[in-house]
């Protein structure tokens, strides 16, 4: 008998579930890569591997001198030589593809990856955390009703969260002088981007669930940001507004993010209207 919805899969019916969910990824989002990778090979050594080489996640969160390297290349290569930008902008990607690519199995397939940091990996590519793989598969099948909306939060909180994007913060901070609120904003705001760009592939129904993925977020998640919907015309939006910056505009170039704290909320209103409006 094949597993229900609400079921846990682990071995080669997660296997087959997560890359059917992958396969379902809309066309905007050719640009997230995942993989499903049993057993697969994992760079190991002190050096840190070329673009392309798969890496543990576990070693983000164990070998913070390992980590505190990798940053520091990932800052040379976006152009940065501060150690605190490197970290928050390094976090800050991270966090983006390993939830990115899990709210997209889970409202594109629904199926939500175990994505503990020890059944992880990942690639670099041009100084930013690439594509993720799923060494040892498990996931939550789900069904794209109203059960998702309780479901992928509990899942996301306990295998995402828990064990591994807050085991990944306290490995930064023992390294690097970085705001721990800095950091968590930036997982929230990448998580909260994660659910904005489904909800503009696949539709308003995603919704529900970022916003109860937030209202129901462990204390370290909370008050970090909101979502906003707008109007303008027949077309609606729906957008996030953070309340801290990650820094990313010192960067050379000094771009800022649309949803960056530091702008003046009309300001920023006012831009999201006007990309409603073209």
Known sequence: ?????????????????????????????????????????????????????????????????????????????????????????FVQNYAYRVMMVAVACATAGGVVPGSRAADMGFTMARGRPHVVGYLEPRA????LQAEAVRRVPEWLFAEAVANHLASLVDSVLSRFRVGRRLLWGNIASSTATAFRTMDGCLGAWVRPIG??????APEVLRGHGAFLALEHGERSGWFWERTSCCLYDRLPGKLRCGDCSRTPAPERRSAYRASLGG
Not at 140 to 143: A, C, D, H, N, R
Not at 211 to 216: G, N, Q, S, T, Y
């Open 140 to 143: 939550l099948l789900v069904p």
């Open 1 to 89: 008998m094949s597993p229900g919805a609400g079921s846990v899969v682990v071995g080669p019916p997660a296997v087959a579930h997560l890359r059917s969910a992958i396969a379902a990824f809309p066309p905007e989002i050719s640009y997230v890569r995942a993989e499903v990778l049993p057993g697969g090979p994992l760079a190991a050594g002190d050096g840190l591997p070329g673009d392309g080489h798969w890496l543990a996640c576990a070693r983000l969160c164990d070998e913070p001198d390992w980590l505190a390297q990798l940053i520091r290349a990932s800052g040379r290569q976006l152009g940065t030589d501060d150690d605190m930008v490197a970290a928050s902008l």
């Open 211 to 216: 916003e109860a993925f937030f209202r129901d």
